[in-house]
């Protein structure tokens, strides 16, 4: 059941049950938010790498998303191909 919600979320967005009235406050997360964790966007988080050694710093308050990072990533290469 969680796979289909998650296909349907993918394909059709996360307000996609929201009514019109819920919509209107709604905002999409995108990759240059500051609840999304910066370091993770572009390469690694430090909180990720020092898991279970004395150095742990515990999860990230941030935002980790694989889609998130695609879509930095084809934001980068598109303003890459415009300046050279």
């Given amino acids: 059941m ?3 919600r998650a296909l349907l979320d993918e394909l059709m967005g996360a ?3 929201l009514t019109d009235e819920q919509k209107k406050g709604f905002r999409e997360i995108r990759w240059d938010d500051k609840e999304v964790c910066v370091f993770y966007m572009i390469r690694f988080c430090p909180h990720d790498l020092f898991v ?3 150095s742990d710093l515990g999860p990230c308050p ?4 694989p889609k998130l990072k695609e879509r930095r990533q084809i934001n ?3 303003w890459s ?3 050279y």
Wanted: glycine share 0%.
């Fill in 76 to 78: 980068m290469n598109y």
């Fill in 52 to 54: 279970n050694t004395k």
């Fill in 2 to 4: 969680d796979a289909q």
């Fill in 62 to 65: 941030r935002i980790h998303d």
């Fill in 15 to 17: 307000a996609r049950n």
């Fill in 81 to 83: 191909d415009m300046i």
